[in-house]
């Protein structure tokens, strides 16, 4: 079954510094999501993507993150200066259609950040 | 705006033992209500989703879940669990009016004891 592929599995870095998160979606999927869990809290949805532009966005994605899909596989989620609050799991999803239609979104294994 | 709540944090059952675990939305129309999985180390699995028709939904692993309107609620169950079963579940609701975004509830932690 093809899968959604995230990397690194773990991030650490300082405060401060820029860290991008990389991921690969379902070839054939053209809705792109990142989500993140802060250590025991709930699952928080971050942005979703489609057709090159974001489609929407929660207050948590604030000037900070950035996303992009700089070729026609990679969808890379950037936080321009972290902070220690960033620290958590970062999830990346896909799907075929809208989230929440008849497509149910395909998550990756998570990327630990780590800010210290 | 949707929310999702699961009462039980952590649950531990022996095998054989029925399961269910309770989930409640809160969201003024119509809902797609689904349930992931997390295994140790894995990333979230779809056990099952429900849009529209019966009810009752069935899916993977022997797991079901009900969809009861009149009390926003939508709750996993499994007759017989299973050692493999250990993981945690999580609830998630996406309104049709809230375009792609799914909100999770906070999951449920459950150990299966052999």
């Known amino acids: 079954e093809p899968e959604v592929t995230q990397t690194p599995s773990h991030q650490v870095t300082q405060m401060g510094q820029e860290v991008i998160l990389r991921c690969v979606p379902i070839?054939?999927?053209?809705?792109f999501y990142w989500y993140r869990q802060i250590l025991g809290q709930k699952v928080e949805f971050l942005v979703s993507?489609?057709?090159?532009?974001?489609?929407?966005k929660s207050e948590i994605f604030d000037d900070q993150f950035s996303v992009e899909r700089p070729d026609g596989s990679n969808f890379t989620l950037k936080i321009r200066s972290t902070k220690l609050e960033d620290s958590a799991m970062y999830f990346c999803?896909?799907?075929?259609?809208?989230?929440?239609?008849?497509?149910?979104?395909?998550f990756g294994n998570g990327t630990r950040l780590t800010v210290t | 705006a949707q929310s999702v709540s699961q009462h039980n944090h952590h649950v531990i059952l022996s095998e054989a033992a029925s399961l269910e675990l309770g989930c409640n939305y809160s969201?003024?129309?119509?809902?797609?209500l689904f349930w992931y999985v997390q295994y140790p180390g894995q990333h979230l699995q779809l056990l099952l989703k429900?849009?529209?028709?019966?009810?009752l939904v069935k899916g993977i692993k022997g797991f079901e879940a009900e969809f009861i309107k009149s009390k926003f609620s939508f709750n996993l169950r499994k007759p017989s669990v299973q050692w493999s079963d250990t993981a945690e579940y999580f609830c998630?609701?996406?309104?049709?009016?809230?375009?792609?975004?799914?909100?999770f509830g906070g999951g449920t932690r459950l150990m299966v004891k052999p």
């Open positions: 999803a896909s799907s075929e259609r809208p989230g929440g239609s008849n497509s149910p979104l395909h």
């Open positions: 070839s054939n999927h053209l809705y």
């Open positions: 993507f489609y057709n090159n532009e974001i489609s929407e």
């Open positions: 998630a609701v996406n309104g049709n009016n809230a375009g792609n975004m799914l909100t």
């Open positions: 429900y849009f529209s028709g019966d009810p």
């Open positions: 969201y003024g129309g119509t809902v797609n």
